[in-house]
């Protein structure tokens, strides 16, 4: 059946047993998705809440679960609570049936609404900054990319003449014409105090700023935007300080943002509700007082702008007893040539900024919901891996510190991440951190925060409390460090570096390494105690040539999520590519596996549907036959991609994965041996 989109909707037929607060609850959960259909529901009970309303939406009610119960079913939701009920469904329900017992229905709904709870509270924090956006008396435009127009509020309609629906999706040259946004998205510089007059004759000063995702790539650029028409035409027709007074006194106690007014020797004189709002600041305060009287650090804007008679704006201040944080603007007022004084306006972006940390947050969650790893990620059957699996599973259960051993490549941090979603930890933070990117000082910093000029910054131990934190290459610490991470683990705590005050956190610490720790600890280079404390429940995670049975099952996995990534139909290998993968040693294991699969997926044909075996690279062949083939050699690069990468792995087993050894050991700089680590997927 097609959908009114033309997509191809496949139904599946439903019987709820039990009809109760779950059936319910259920019953309405699954109404909403148009690609499953419930064909019955049961209860002995007829005046049960999901008897009722099925039968309100016409839904068949039966009071034995015997007479619903066809060929044609395809899923059976028991949410009865009868254990006999359950026993009596599993043995008489159809072949192709799938039974599904209460407890895991009811998780299905309580994740499901938990879901739609965050959903809501996103759309509410959108809702408010959208709010706010459209409230405030600045135009305000952004793009992307592109220089397409993706934000644009009341404001910025009201003094272009444009509609928001008709500026949205539009080039900026289509809706300001001499708009400087492309440029500033192109050079990263941010602009602020521009004057510009649009199409539609409104004066403007404007700033522009380019936008940063967390990644710090540059992602678009915005503007904010005031009409200066006002003001320009005030300072132009009226010579009076006390008549501009007047005349602006209603519009200055009905602005929202805080304004001030001081005379040419920097007394105020003037003063709005706002302001008093913002800062804390009541007239008696204020007004015949000096301009220093309105701030709570540096230097007061209004006598700069009156020594040097120029304006000054987008200064970020803070004001006030709380000491908020304000964006100010400040032009002189000048009436026939001679200084009257100056004017300032505060824009209050203390609650803006409130809001965009809590949207972030609520961000970050949803995210680690939704890309989250979970133990189904873990793909094999081999011994091997169902024994790491286990002790995985047992290791989720109880809050130990995890130490995974295993090779470059063998799905450590896989093996953490699932570790994670399948604790109590779950919905708090999983931080990786790479214990071997860098310099000590600096990765003390990032883990533990510090202290600088009387202020602390958090570290990672902060963000990740009540979570994980996943410590890979732990083997590359130093003892300084080790020491301060024994401290974590013995007594939950941890000192900022500068700091003296020992901070109470919560903290799971899951480790890694592909070093011989115990060869470590005999050179020294490894803390005995530190080992101990880490090694409270070792898990081994096999490398993939030890458990080359299960390369079929992973390689067809990968080949789904490829197909997802590459919008690609690649139905599978033939029996002889399977068998050279099967061949092949995989020295970099599953990340290398990944690598040859994609890589094979890109110089496809269109019209390929199986990868063939001359599909592989040359290397991966030469490893499953006599290499007496000379179609086989491969190209003069290829060959010697294959032995440069034969040497980085050489070398690391020597070095037992040390980098800096590893690199001293080639005669290279650690910069060229991360680079090419990369290039061959080995880091």
Same mark, same amino acid.
């Given at each position: 059946?097609?959908?009114?989109?033309?997509?191809?909707?496949?139904?599946?037929?439903?019987?709820?047993?039990?009809?109760?607060?779950?059936?319910?609850?259920?019953?309405?959960?699954?109404?909403?998705?148009?690609?499953?259909?419930?064909?019955?529901?049961?209860?002995?009970?007829?005046?049960?809440?999901?008897?009722?309303?099925?039968?309100?939406?016409?839904?068949?009610?039966?009071?034995?679960?015997?007479?619903?119960?066809?060929?044609?079913?395809?899923?059976?939701?028991?949410?009865?609570?009868?254990?006999?009920?359950?026993?009596?469904?599993?043995?008489?329900?159809?072949?192709?049936?799938?039974?599904?017992?209460?407890?895991?229905?009811?998780?299905?709904?309580?994740?499901?609404?938990?879901?739609?709870?965050?959903?809501?509270?996103?759309?509410?924090?959108?809702?408010?900054?959208?709010?706010?956006?459209?409230?405030?008396?600045?135009?305000?435009?952004?793009?992307?990319?592109?220089?397409?127009?993706?934000?644009?509020?009341?404001?910025?309609?009201?003094? @272009?003449?444009?509609?928001? %629906? &008709?500026? $949205? =999706? !539009?080039?900026?040259?289509?809706? +300001? /014409?001499?708009? #400087?946004?492309?440029?500033?998205?192109?050079?990263?510089?941010?602009?602020?105090?521009?004057?510009?007059?649009?199409?539609?004759?409104?004066?403007?000063?404007?700033?522009?700023?380019?936008?940063?995702?967390?990644?710090?790539?540059?992602?678009?650029?915005?503007?904010?935007?005031?009409?200066?028409?006002?003001?320009?035409?005030?300072?132009?027709?009226?010579?009076?300080?006390?008549?501009?007074?007047?005349?602006?006194?209603?519009?200055?106690?009905?602005?929202?943002?805080?304004?001030?007014?001081?005379?040419?020797?920097?007394?105020?004189?003037?003063?709005?509700?706002?302001?008093?709002?913002? @800062?804390?600041?009541?007239? %008696? &305060?204020? $007004? =015949? !007082?000096?301009?220093?009287?309105? +701030? /709570?650090?540096? #230097?007061?804007?209004?006598?700069?702008?009156?020594?040097?008679?120029?304006?000054?704006?987008?200064?970020?201040?803070?004001?006030?007893?709380?000491?908020?944080?304000?964006?100010?603007?400040?032009?002189?007022?000048?009436?026939?040539?001679?200084?009257?004084?100056?004017?300032?306006?505060?824009?209050?972006?203390?609650?803006?900024?409130?809001?965009?940390?809590?949207?972030?947050?609520?961000?970050?969650?949803?995210?680690?919901?939704?890309?989250?790893?979970?133990?189904?990620?873990?793909?094999?059957?081999?011994?091997?891996?169902?024994?790491?699996?286990?002790?995985?599973?047992?290791?989720?259960?109880?809050?130990?510190?995890?130490?995974?051993?295993?090779?470059?490549?063998?799905?450590?941090?896989?093996?953490?991440?699932?570790?994670?979603?399948?604790?109590?930890?779950?919905?708090?933070?999983?931080?990786?951190?790479?214990?071997?990117?860098?310099?000590?000082?600096?990765?003390?910093?990032?883990?533990?925060?510090?202290?600088?000029?009387?202020?602390?910054?958090?570290?990672?131990?902060?963000?990740?409390?009540?979570?994980?934190?996943?410590?890979?290459?732990?083997?590359?610490?130093?003892?300084?460090?080790?020491?301060?991470?024994?401290?974590?683990?013995?007594?939950?705590?941890?000192?900022?570096?500068?700091?003296?005050?020992?901070?109470?956190?919560?903290?799971?610490?899951?480790?890694?390494?592909?070093?011989?720790?115990?060869?470590?600890?005999?050179?020294?280079?490894?803390?005995?105690?530190?080992?101990?404390?880490?090694?409270?429940?070792?898990?081994?995670?096999?490398?993939?040539?030890?458990?080359?049975?299960?390369?079929?099952?992973?390689?067809?996995?990968?080949?789904?999520?490829?197909?997802?990534?590459?919008?690609?139909?690649?139905?599978?290998?033939?029996?002889?590519?399977?068998?050279?993968?099967?061949?092949?040693?995989?020295?970099?294991?599953?990340?290398?596996?990944?690598?040859?699969?994609?890589?094979?997926?890109?110089?496809?044909?269109?019209?390929?549907?199986?990868?063939?075996?001359?599909?592989?690279?040359?290397?991966?062949?030469?490893?499953?036959?006599?290499?007496?083939?000379?179609?086989?050699?491969?190209?003069?690069?290829?060959?010697?991609?294959?032995?440069?990468?034969?040497?980085?792995?050489?070398?690391?087993?020597?070095?037992?994965?040390?980098?800096?050894?590893?690199?001293?050991?080639?005669?290279?700089?650690?910069?060229?041996?991360?680079?090419?680590?990369?290039?061959?997927?080995?880091?």
């Amino acid at each position: 059946m097609q959908n009114k989109n033309g997509g191809v909707h496949i139904f599946a037929k439903i019987l709820i047993v039990g009809a109760g607060k779950g059936g319910y609850a259920l019953l309405k959960l699954i109404e909403q998705a148009d690609y499953l259909q419930v064909t019955g529901v049961v209860d002995i009970n007829e005046e049960a809440p999901g008897m009722i309303y099925a039968k309100q939406k016409g839904i068949p009610t039966y009071t034995d679960w015997t007479v619903p119960l066809s060929g044609d079913i395809q899923i059976i939701f028991d949410v009865s609570g009868q254990k006999k009920v359950f026993q009596a469904l599993l043995a008489n329900r159809p072949a192709a049936a799938v039974l599904i017992p209460g407890g895991i229905a009811n998780l299905i709904v309580t994740l499901i609404e938990e879901k739609n709870d965050y959903i809501q509270i996103i759309d509410h924090k959108t809702m408010m900054q959208e709010l706010i956006f459209n409230s405030i008396e600045e135009g305000m435009i952004g793009i992307d990319d592109q220089g397409i127009v993706n934000f644009f509020n009341k404001s910025a309609e009201k003094m @272009t003449k444009m509609p928001v %629906e &008709e500026a $949205i =999706g !539009k080039h900026v040259h289509e809706v +300001i /014409s001499l708009s #400087e946004l492309p440029r500033i998205f192109e050079t990263g510089r941010f602009e602020l105090n521009k004057e510009l007059t649009l199409e539609s004759g409104t004066k403007i000063v404007t700033s522009r700023y380019p936008m940063i995702n967390e990644e710090g790539k540059r992602v678009g650029a915005f503007a904010v935007f005031k009409d200066i028409s006002e003001v320009v035409r005030l300072a132009e027709e009226i010579t009076n300080l006390t008549e501009i007074q007047k005349m602006l006194e209603a519009i200055i106690y009905s602005s929202d943002d805080a304004i001030s007014v001081v005379d040419e020797e920097g007394k105020g004189i003037l003063i709005n509700p706002a302001y008093t709002r913002i @800062t804390g600041f009541s007239e %008696e &305060e204020v $007004i =015949g !007082k000096p301009a220093t009287a309105d +701030i /709570s650090e540096g #230097e007061s804007i209004h006598l700069k702008v009156l020594q040097t008679r120029k304006p000054i704006r987008g200064v970020n201040l803070r004001v006030g007893e709380q000491k908020k944080d304000v964006i100010v603007n400040v032009a002189p007022i000048i009436v026939n040539n001679h200084l009257k004084g100056s004017v300032g306006v505060i824009h209050d972006m203390t609650e803006m900024r409130l809001l965009m940390k809590e949207l972030d947050h609520a961000r970050t969650l949803i995210r680690n919901l939704e890309f989250s790893f979970s133990f189904e990620d873990i793909i094999g059957k081999s011994e091997q891996i169902q024994f790491a699996v286990n002790q995985a599973k047992l290791a989720a259960s109880v809050p130990v510190t995890v130490l995974l051993r295993g090779e470059v490549g063998s799905g450590k941090e896989l093996f953490a991440h699932a570790i994670h979603t399948a604790s109590n930890r779950k919905y708090n933070q999983f931080i990786r951190v790479n214990c071997s990117s860098q310099e000590e000082h600096l990765l003390e910093r990032e883990l533990f925060g510090y202290e600088e000029g009387g202020t602390s910054y958090l570290g990672l131990f902060d963000e990740a409390n009540n979570g994980t934190i996943f410590l890979d290459e732990v083997g590359e610490l130093t003892n300084k460090t080790q020491a301060k991470l024994l401290r974590v683990l013995r007594e939950n705590a941890i000192i900022r570096v500068g700091g003296t005050t020992s901070i109470p956190v919560d903290v799971r610490i899951i480790a890694a390494s592909y070093f011989n720790l115990e060869k470590l600890m005999l050179e020294g280079t490894f803390r005995e105690d530190f080992y101990f404390q880490l090694n409270r429940m070792p898990i081994h995670v096999p490398a993939l040539r030890a458990r080359k049975q299960d390369i079929p099952l992973i390689a067809n996995h990968l080949l789904v999520k490829l197909n997802k990534e590459f919008g690609r139909n690649i139905e599978g290998f033939t029996k002889s590519a399977m068998e050279s993968l099967h061949f092949y040693d995989w020295p970099g294991n599953l990340r290398e596996l990944e690598n040859i699969i994609s890589r094979t997926m890109i110089f496809l044909e269109a019209q390929d549907r199986i990868i063939e075996e001359h599909h592989l690279p040359k290397y991966i062949l030469a490893m499953s036959d006599d290499g007496s083939d000379e179609e086989q050699i491969g190209t003069l690069a290829e060959q010697m991609d294959v032995m440069e990468k034969k040497v980085l792995l050489n070398a690391l087993r020597v070095c037992e994965g040390n980098k800096s050894q590893t690199a001293k050991k080639l005669n290279i700089s650690l910069r060229t041996l991360y680079y090419k680590l990369e290039k061959y997927h080995l880091d």
